[in-house]
């Protein structure tokens, strides 16, 4: 069986205080993106992994695939070995989930093809053990994300009638690294009300916490989110902690000059 694992953007991201537990609680707005993996799992004698595409830095025994595994096998304990090949296309390092995605597609795709019998809510139990992100990928709709972004509620938002311009910028910014310039503050406007502006409004409302310190650290990428509005966005954000960027236009467009040293996606 093969499911396609797709990209996620935040709208929006604030980080509002420290928790006891060494994390943050955030807010955020996550919003699905049709930048996409592909992940094929298939019966076999044992447990292996493979990939290919975009090299996945680190031990391949660490894959998240893989930890989703043994986590479902703890619990499922008829659970065959299975064969994984993950094609790795969405960019590593760039505050879109792509590794959250792989692995909440892994219990989805394992639930169906072995009929664990398993609803949203249970998958999202396993998925959230996982990573902070990973739940969000199971329904894989808006939503609005709380405490550590495991707090998942629908919201009514629908950018299909916009163009997505995608930058990657060849710079890799650790989740660790951005949060070492932000400070924690609570929110006066709930995202889940300034989404309700126009969208030519959200660059006067609409922030993202880490983008301070990251752009003063890497003013490359600082540059790609001026660039997209010089293009005409009508929002520009960077996506999590980086370091990718994105702008939401009204209508389809192509970006030589940040082809040249960035990678691109339209979407």
């Excluded at 479902?72 to 064969?83: A, G, I, Q, R, Y």
């Excluded at 660059?203 to 990251?214: C, Q």
């Excluded at 001026?226 to 902690?241: D, I, K, Q, R």
Aim: hydrophobic fraction near 40%; charged fraction near 20%; proline fraction near 5%.
């Amino acid at each position: 069986m093969i499911l396609f694992p797709n990209a996620k953007i935040n709208i929006g991201l604030n980080i509002i205080s420290k928790r006891a537990d060494g994390y943050h609680n955030l807010e955020s707005i996550f919003y699905p993106l049709a930048i996409k993996d592909a992940l094929e799992v298939i019966e076999a004698d044992e447990l292996n992994f493979s990939s290919s595409g975009v090299n996945i830095p680190g031990n391949a025994d660490d894959n998240l695939c893989l930890k989703a595994y043994h986590l479902l096998k703890k619990d499922f304990t008829e659970l065959p070995p299975v064969s994984i090949h993950l094609h790795k296309h969405i960019p590593i390092g760039a505050g879109m989930g792509g590794g959250s995605s792989d692995a909440s597609f892994f219990i989805r795709l394992v639930n169906q093809k072995f009929s664990l019998r398993m609803e949203n809510s249970k998958m999202e139990q396993y998925a959230s053990k996982i990573g902070s992100d990973c739940a969000f990928f199971i329904q894989n709709k808006p939503a609005y994300a709380l405490e550590k972004g495991d707090q998942l509620s629908p919201l009514d938002l629908d950018l299909s009638n916009y163009f997505i311009v995608l930058v990657m910028p060849d710079v890799q910014v650790s989740t660790a690294e951005a949060y070492q310039g932000v400070r924690a503050a609570p929110v006066s406007t709930p995202l889940t009300e300034l989404i309700k502006l126009p969208i030519e409004d959200w660059k006067l409302h609409i922030k993202n916490d880490f983008e301070l310190s990251v752009f003063s650290k890497y003013p490359a990428i600082a540059r790609v989110k001026a660039v997209l509005y010089e293009s005409g966005a009508l929002y520009a954000s960077m996506s999590g902690s980086g370091s990718s960027v994105y702008g939401i236009f009204e209508e389809a467009l192509k970006l030589p000059q940040l082809e040249k040293e960035n990678k691109v996606y339209y979407v």
